[in-house]
């Protein structure tokens, strides 16, 4: 089974293994990706919005990171910023409650990249599939830029569970 997961944010697409966090880098908390956001017009918020259709299984107090799970178990993380734990929720805004259902594409956190960049901390985003044993296998896109809620950022080939 093959699910596609969509672009949580608008931006450039950067290796993890470029992700100056070595949590992220070495792959500590899964595999996958990172967005370096958009700016967006006149430095409005980005809006965060789910990779797909699942349950909202985590979400942080503050918003800087959250997990949706959908319903085959396929867990994926999303962190908005790096160290932004240090800012308490300022520069985020979540749209939804941690339990919710949510759709590939809903809005979710409203990300304040500017407030963020401004408190010296970074807005590159990672992405990630949470190491489980019915995961066979990932792939990134080879995009150098995505879209929010529009474009595949990564495939994920699940074992299937009839075999």
């Not at 956190?109 to 990932?138: E, N």
């Amino acid at each position: 089974m093959k699910v596609d997961l969509l672009a949580p944010l608008s931006g450039r697409v950067v290796a993890l293994d470029d992700v100056p966090d070595p949590v992220f880098s070495e792959r500590m908390a899964g595999d996958g990706v990172a967005i370096d956001p958009d700016p967006g017009p006149e430095g409005r918020p980005a809006t965060v919005v789910a990779p797909c259709d699942g349950r909202l299984t985590v979400l942080f107090p503050g918003g800087h990171a959250l997990a949706v799970t959908t319903s085959a178990g396929l867990e994926v993380i999303v962190h908005l910023g790096l160290d932004t734990v240090e800012l308490g929720g300022e520069g985020f805004e979540a749209l939804v409650h941690q339990g919710d259902g949510v759709r590939a594409g809903q809005p979710l956190v409203r990300f304040d990249l500017m407030a963020v960049r401004t408190r010296g901390k970074s807005a590159l985003s990672p992405v990630l599939v949470a190491a489980s044993a019915d995961v066979v296998g990932i792939s990134v896109t080879h995009r150098t830029s995505v879209e929010a809620g529009r474009d595949t950022l990564i495939s994920v080939v699940l074992k299937d569970r009839d075999g």
